[in-house]
């Protein structure tokens, strides 16, 4: 059973019957922990039901068919996680994986031109030999700029997020974790949240509280929870239509 996860102590998350079936699918090692993560037969399956069966899904990935941030997937362990891109080749759909109020990850769809870039959030910043600077991202990818990492020319840090183009993995813009950033919730009571940063703590720590307008109202959120989407309104969807 070394592919497979007894239903019970899975992500509460995952559509899966837990009176019904006594094993679901386990993830493959990848960039998303369990918790935050759907493995990509479930996705297929029970969340955008474009299969009936797990050996469905398998055909399908093995047609080179579904492909995730660019790449064609043949795994149906492989983790998607928050902000992944999902695009389903012949039917021309795309996916962006999104913290949701109740499902707490759903696939919302968008279009084409979206879905050619992907939000990262920096989680970590490592200097390298020679100067160079990496920076690590909340999907376990890094990045790694040749410059010298004390120019100007690299103002990045630790709970920004970077738009970076998945055809060149060239970075678009840059979205700064500050007062008036738009952001959304990904963990926490307020997961699936929308709202705008009031006050930053001093500390990097994932842990420091910030002060966030959420619907009008005054709450405090950790660091790690918060997820910039755009420097006073959100550059990706979040109204569209969720799976």
């Given at each position: ?12 998350h995952?559509?899966?019957a ?7 699918i386990r ?10 993560c759907?493995?990509?037969?479930i996705?297929?399956r ?6 009936t069966t797990?050996?469905e ?50 696939l ?24 160079r600077?990496?920076?690590a ?23 920004d997020?970077?738009?970076?183009s ?5 970075v ?20 699936g949240q929308y709202g ?19 619907g ?20 990706i969807?979040?109204?569209g239509?969720?799976?």
């Amino acid at each position: 059973m070394a592919g497979h996860l007894r239903t019970y102590p899975a992500p509460r998350h995952w559509p899966v019957a837990i009176k019904k079936k006594a094993f679901t699918i386990r993830p493959s090692p990848g960039p998303h922990s369990l918790e935050g993560c759907m493995p990509l037969g479930i996705v297929l399956r029970d969340v955008l039901g474009k299969v009936t069966t797990i050996s469905e899904a398998k055909v399908a990935l093995s047609e080179r068919n579904v492909f995730v941030d660019g790449r064609a997937r043949t795994d149906y362990r492989y983790p998607v996680g928050l902000m992944d891109i999902v695009h389903i080749k012949p039917e021309g759909a795309y996916f962006r994986v999104m913290s949701h109020r109740i499902k707490k990850l759903a696939l919302m769809k968008i279009d084409a031109e979206e879905a050619g870039f992907k939000l990262l959030k920096i989680t970590g910043k490592r200097l390298l030999k020679q100067g160079r600077l990496q920076i690590a991202f909340h999907d376990g990818s890094t990045m790694i700029f040749k410059e010298d990492p004390f120019s100007i020319q690299i103002p990045y840090m630790t709970n920004d997020v970077l738009k970076v183009s998945l055809s060149d993995n060239q970075v678009l813009d840059h979205i700064p974790l500050v007062r008036g950033a738009f952001v959304v919730v990904t963990g926490g009571r307020n997961v699936g949240q929308y709202g705008t940063v009031l006050e930053v703590p001093p500390s990097k720590s994932p842990d420091a509280l910030a002060k966030v307008s959420i619907g009008g109202n005054e709450t405090t959120v950790t660091l790690k929870y918060l997820f910039p989407i755009g420097k006073e309104s959100p550059i990706i969807t979040i109204n569209g239509e969720v799976a």
